[in-house]
């Protein structure tokens, strides 16, 4: 049975307070000043993409507590014969594609950063099932609230290896300031314009669980202690 992890870290000032204040401060002003373009988006995804027009999906947030993270849809729910979902590169369209290139597709999660559930600055929520696979260290990317965009995604988002960008989940953990944040928002600002990264449409590495389950089996990497 998973043990609940026990988190440990030094907290300051500006983590437990002025950060937060910050998100609050920052998601109400984007939801308000662009409500139309929530409003044009919603419009748009539920012609193209169909209904419901916010995909929403159980992601493990600070302390590892369970939240709804929320975004636009960007594929069908096209089925073959049988039933079942075709594959996502199936089911992806050049609007959805679109979507999640210039990250249209994560303005829902501002209310997500409302709740508290998130913030701007922090580690990417991963899937649940990935929980039982994460080593000690890299557990405590979980120590804080996850962000809609954080270290890793700056410096190499879906291009790096899977220990790589845990890594840099922790180093950010490990570095958490105001002077952090800005460089975290310049450099994805950065990538975003440099274009090169397309790893946000899909990703071509193993998921987590698959590729931890590797390494057990081979006897490489982390681990399960």
Same mark, same amino acid.
């Given at each position: 049975?998973?043990?609940?992890?026990?988190?440990?870290?030094?907290?300051?000032?500006? +983590?437990?307070?002025?950060?937060?204040?910050?998100?609050?401060?920052?998601?109400?002003?984007?939801?308000?000043?662009?409500?139309?373009?929530?409003?044009?988006?919603?419009?748009?995804?539920?012609?193209?993409? /169909?209904?419901?027009?916010?995909?929403?999906?159980?992601?493990?947030?600070?302390?590892?507590?369970?939240?709804?993270?929320?975004?636009?849809?960007?594929?069908?729910?096209?089925?073959?014969?049988?039933?079942?979902?075709?594959?996502? +590169?199936?089911?992806?369209?050049?609007?959805?594609?679109?979507?999640?290139?210039?990250?249209?597709?994560?303005?829902?999660?501002?209310?997500?950063?409302?709740?508290?559930?998130?913030?701007?600055? /922090?580690?990417?929520?991963?899937?649940?099932?990935?929980?039982?696979?994460?080593? +000690?260290?890299?557990?405590?990317?979980?120590?804080?609230?996850?962000?809609?965009?954080?270290?890793?995604?700056?410096?190499?988002?879906?291009?790096?290896?899977?220990?790589?960008?845990? *890594?840099?989940?922790?180093?950010?953990? *490990?570095?958490?300031?105001?002077?952090?944040?800005?460089?975290?928002?310049?450099?994805?600002?950065?990538?975003?314009?440099?274009?090169?990264?397309?790893?946000?449409?899909?990703?071509?590495?193993?998921?987590?669980?698959?590729?931890?389950?590797?390494?057990?089996?081979? /006897?490489? /990497?982390?681990?399960? +202690?």
């Amino acid at each position: 049975m998973a043990h609940k992890p026990v988190f440990i870290m030094k907290h300051t000032i500006y +983590e437990k307070f002025i950060k937060r204040l910050f998100d609050i401060l920052l998601s109400v002003i984007i939801l308000i000043l662009f409500s139309w373009l929530y409003l044009i988006l919603a419009i748009l995804v539920r012609t193209r993409l /169909g209904s419901p027009v916010i995909f929403n999906q159980e992601r493990p947030g600070k302390d590892e507590k369970v939240f709804h993270m929320y975004k636009f849809r960007t594929m069908t729910d096209e089925r073959d014969t049988n039933g079942d979902l075709l594959p996502d +590169e199936k089911r992806l369209t050049r609007f959805g594609s679109f979507l999640r290139k210039t990250s249209l597709d994560e303005l829902p999660e501002f209310l997500n950063i409302l709740k508290g559930d998130m913030s701007f600055i /922090g580690p990417r929520p991963l899937l649940v099932r990935y929980l039982p696979y994460y080593n +000690e260290r890299e557990r405590l990317r979980h120590s804080v609230r996850p962000g809609l965009t954080g270290w890793a995604q700056a410096h190499g988002r879906n291009a790096i290896s899977w220990e790589q960008k845990f *890594e840099y989940d922790v180093w950010y953990v *490990e570095h958490i300031s105001f002077i952090t944040d800005i460089r975290v928002i310049m450099d994805t600002v950065r990538a975003f314009l440099d274009r090169s990264d397309n790893g946000a449409v899909l990703n071509t590495f193993d998921d987590f669980d698959v590729h931890r389950r590797k390494q057990w089996e081979t /006897g490489e /990497g982390d681990s399960r +202690e």
